[in-house]
T-cell receptor, first 112, second 112 residues
Framework: NAGVTQTPKFQVLKTGQSMTLQCAQD?????MYWYRQDPGMGLRLIYY???????DKGEVPNGYNVSRLNKREFSLRLESAAPSQTSVYFC???????????FGPGTRLLVL | GENVEQHPSTLSVQEGDSAVIKCTYS??????FPWYKQELGKGPQLIID?????GEKKDQRIAVTLNKTAKHFSLHITETQPEDSAVYFC???????????FGKGTTLSVSS
């Protein structure tokens, strides 16, 4: 039982490049989330998916898109990366929308 | 908008002392308040949570208290140990019940 897994662990991009961050959970959770963590800013919600087939914007959605591929997987895409998107990205899941969230190990992204 | 304030931002204690971290939230409709511990290079991990129908919850050396009237909640760690050194985040569930709003974190250092 791996919990929440994220790939890649670390990525360097050039401005304007695109990439997809992958997240998967094996806890049969309905809800999944993407956060970004910046120094002194805590964790800010980018997008979430309350259930398979639905996605909604969080606090900082600009520059990102998401796909809830199936119940297990929730991906985050940067279409044209910008230096302001340099951050650590965390995926989380919860069994119910208002329940305990379990976090993955994070993806460290550097945009040059 | 919905907001969670967390204090202090850094806290240094001697091993064996107690540590207290305080958070205030803006939305009186919030009813779920988790605390997360994040060690260097890892994702946040839930350490304790409380719902609005109780005023206090304990788990060994960790306790959380909630004052709904004042809209604040606190994390108490007793008999601190060096392995308690980490960043701690408080959070509150938003009014819609769809996402957590995080404080900006407290870096706790326990020296032996």
């Amino acid at each position: 039982n791996a919990g929440v897994t994220q790939t890649p662990k670390f990525q360097v991009l050039k401005t304007g490049q695109s990439m997809t961050l992958q997240c998967a959970q094996d806890m049969n959770h309905n809800s999944m989330y993407w956060y970004r963590q910046d120094p002194g800013m805590g964790l800010r919600l980018i997008y979430y998916s309350a259930s398979e087939g639905t996605t909604d914007k969080g606090e900082v959605p600009n520059g990102y898109n998401v796909s809830r591929l199936n119940k297990r997987e929730f991906s985050l895409r940067l279409e044209s990366a910008a230096p302001s998107q340099t951050s650590v990205y965390f995926c989380a899941s919860s069994g119910v929308q208002a329940g305990t969230q379990y976090f993955g190990p994070g993806t460290r992204l550097l945009v040059l | 908008g919905e907001n969670v304030e967390q204090h202090p931002s850094t806290l240094s204690v001697q091993e064996g002392d107690s540590a207290v971290i305080k958070c205030t939230y803006s939305d009186s409709a919030s009813n779920y308040f988790p605390w997360y511990k994040q060690e260097l290079g890892k994702g946040p991990q839930l350490i304790i949570d409380i719902r609005s129908n109780v005023g206090e919850k304990k788990d060994q050396r960790i306790a959380v208290t909630l004052n709904k009237t004042a809209k604040h909640f606190s994390l108490h760690i007793t008999e601190t140990q060096p392995e308690d050194s980490a960043v701690y985040f408080c959070a509150a569930l938003n009014q819609a019940g769809t996402a957590l709003i995080f404080g900006k974190g407290t870096t706790l250092s326990v020296s032996s």
